[in-house]
């Protein structure tokens, strides 16, 4: 008798589909919260990375240039534009900006060349090399920091971590660290403002 009246309580449940819409909205609120927070969020580090692409292409714009100014390096002023055309969305004291000179597009990002003594396939102490950048070391990118020299190729890249202001969010979509990594490079010849050849 005590199961089927839990049976009959049971299709009494199941039947009834009065419910308080209130109840039910703030069951659903956290849920649709999250979403409408993430898309909106989300929508704004794609805008942020946009433009972090578009301030680095002006950066380089006016790096090709040579110009010097009075009171402010290069570099300070390359770091300004950038935080200038990014509106404040980037927090440059946490963005990584990386801008790399080498001699010729083809020996971006390559390491300095070496003989490799024991066969084994990569640098190892005491084997002989090429010191390209001058350092007195073997590096696995050659290239030289600072905004180069007439004629140079320059890399500018850019590395910000997006913290998201809804952590959840960022546990979801983020990396380990629950942040964004948003990046952007732009690869440039400089102009030959020496009137070198290049
Ligand atoms: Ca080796
Ligand atoms: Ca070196």
């Known amino acids: 008798m005590k199961s089927k009246a839990l049976l009959n309580l049971f299709r009494r449940f199941r039947r009834n589909r009065d419910g308080s ?23 704004l580090a794609m805008v942020t990375n946009v433009l972090m692409e578009s301030s680095l292409r002006e950066a380089a714009r006016w790096g090709i240039t040579g110009q010097e100014l009075e009171g402010e390096s290069r570099l300070e002023h390359i770091l300004a534009m950038i935080d200038r055309h990014t509106l404040g969305l980037v927090d440059m004291g946490e963005a990584k900006l ?3 000179t080498y001699p010729g597009f083809d020996q971006v990002g390559r390491g300095e060349e070496f003989v490799d003594g ?19 070391g073997w590096d696995a990118d050659m290239g030289v920091a600072g905004a180069g020299a ?11 971590k997006w913290p998201f202001l809804t952590p959840l969010v960022g546990k979801l979509v983020g990396d ?19 009137g070198d050849k290049t």
């Open 150 to 160: 007439s004629g140079e190729v320059v890399v500018y890249r850019i590395l910000y």
């Open 98 to 100: 990386q801008i790399l």
């Open 21 to 43: 819409p209130m109840i039910e909205f703030a069951l659903a609120a956290p849920a649709l919260f999250l979403i409408v927070a993430g898309t909106m969020e989300l929508g």
């Open 176 to 194: 380990q660290d629950g942040k964004l990594g948003l990046r952007a490079s732009v690869a440039v010849r400089n102009e030959p403002w020496n």
């Open 118 to 136: 024991n066969g084994n396939g990569t640098y190892d102490a005491g084997e002989t090399f090429t010191d390209s950048n001058g350092n007195g």
